[in-house]
T-cell receptor
Framework: AQKVTQAQTEISVVEKEDVTLDCVYETRDTTYYLFWYKQPPSGELVFLIRRNSFDEQNEISGRYSWNFQKSTSSFNFTITASQVVDSAVYFCALSEAMDSSYKLIFGSGTRLLVRP | EPEVTQTPSHQVTQMGQEVILRCVPISNHLYFYWYRQILGQKVEFLVSFYNNEISEKSEIFDDQFSVERPDGSNFTLKIRSTKLEDSAMYFC???????????FGPGTRLTVL
């Protein structure tokens, strides 16, 4: 069965530190999609990135970078030089091509607190 | 920039009452979803909707729940007889194609007393 595990429940860092949020997934499908969403204190879910299973190239967007490794079924998210505004709950999610609805299966989230 | 909208932002109701949560997905999107998030927990899939019919529903989506796309722009979630455990944040989402990212609305916080 498909599953997303975010083992880090809460991380606290001081501003300007780098921080990596871990995501491990399980799927029997060969075609699947991985996502990261940010949920700031205001509660909305903000899309950050989508990766498909055929594209293992790492991605960098400003201070954000993502490391996708199929060999370890991981899709980790690194924030470089963290800022207070990065404080939020971050969710990793999976959808599968064999699933006709392409619903998102979310991990339990990692709460990131960036202290000034 | 187009966005998903939801109304109301907060709904308080008595147990046993019917509620309708409304969503306006992004206009050129074809796939629609409802998720819910009980306070402090993860986001859970409720139902997906494509081509004017439900494509999948979760175990949570029992006979008390229904969805409709009445007019080509709105997408509604109805709970016929609310229970205390229905208290949660309900998110609507839409995507352009099945493989695209889903964009979420701001959510409706439902409180059942």
């Amino acid at each position: 069965a498909q599953k997303v595990t975010q083992a880090q429940t809460e991380i606290s860092v001081v501003e300007k530190e780098d921080v990596t949020l871990d995501c491990v997934y399980e799927t029997r499908d060969t075609t699947y999609y991985l996502f990261w969403y940010k949920q700031p204190p205001s509660g909305e879910l903000v899309f950050l990135i989508r990766r498909n299973s055929f594209d293992e190239q790492n991605e960098i967007s400003g201070r954000y970078s993502w490391n996708f490794q199929k060999s370890t079924s991981s899709f980790n998210f690194t924030i470089t030089a963290s800022q207070v505004v990065d404080s939020a709950v971050y969710f990793c999610a999976l959808s599968e091509a064999m699933d006709s609805s392409y619903k998102l299966i979310f991990g339990s989230g990692t709460r990131l607190l960036v202290r000034p | 920039e187009p966005e998903v909208t939801q109304t109301p932002s907060h709904q308080v109701t008595q147990m046993g009452q019917e509620v309708i949560l409304r969503c306006v997905p992004i206009s050129n999107h074809l796939y629609f979803y409802w998720y819910r998030q009980i306070l402090g927990q993860k986001v859970e899939f409720l139902v997906s909707f494509y081509n004017n019919e439900i494509s999948e529903k979760s175990e949570i989506f029992d006979d008390q729940f229904s969805v409709e796309r009445p007019d080509g722009s709105n997408f509604t979630l109805k709970i016929r007889s609310t229970k205390l455990e229905d208290s949660a944040m309900y998110f609507c989402a839409s995507s352009e194609e099945y493989y695209n990212e889903q964009f979420f609305g701001p959510g409706t916080r439902l409180t059942v007393l």
